[in-house]
């Protein structure tokens, strides 16, 4: 028997530039495109609005998820940026939470021309993607903000150092 002078099945020490980025904070929305059966969407933080004529977005999303497969394909995606008491539905849209017969079936949803869009979101954008690039792990699609809509925004939904956080005020 051997004795350990570290604990055996300890985790490595953490990623302190994952860390930083965790300490950033950052909105939570849900990224859709498709239609129908072909319908995808993925939950996102990694977000950032740039002002311009025309305006634009960027979001990272994964390399290999559906809905990166489905933006490049369609062109077009729907942003809807999330509030209190969605954290179930950040989870499913995430693959962190189930969700029976589909994510598409936690809530209302209203097809536009760009993808599906959360009925329940008083703050959303119609994108058309501009380009598409890999950075990092990440694939980074800039879009042009065709169209915005703005509402109320008393409880919005964040993401800080692992956990959902509502600010209101």
Not at 56 to 75: H, K, M, N
Not at 108 to 127: C, D, F, I, K, Y
Request: proline share 5%.
């Amino acid at each position: 028997m051997t004795i350990h002078a570290e604990h055996p099945f300890a985790n490595p020490d953490r990623d302190a530039a994952r860390q930083l980025r965790g300490r950033l904070g950052s909105r939570v929305g849900l990224l859709t495109a498709g239609a129908g059966r072909e319908r995808a969407g993925w939950t996102v933080s990694s977000l950032l609005l740039a002002d311009g004529d025309p305006w634009r977005a960027l979001a990272l999303v994964d390399p290999d998820s559906d809905l990166c497969e489905r933006i490049e394909q369609t062109g077009s995606a729907v942003l809807q940026l999330l509030g209190s008491g969605d954290e179930y539905l950040a989870d499913a849209f995430a693959g962190l939470a189930p969700a029976p017969g589909g994510i598409f079936r936690l809530a209302a949803w209203e097809q536009t021309s760009a993808g599906p869009r959360l009925v329940a979101a008083e703050n959303w954008a119609l994108l058309g993607l501009e380009a598409a690039d890999d950075l990092g792990w990440s694939r980074r699609l800039t879009f042009t903000v065709n169209e915005a809509h703005t509402g109320a925004d008393d409880a919005p939904l964040h993401h800080l150092r692992g956990r959902y956080r509502t600010l209101e005020g």
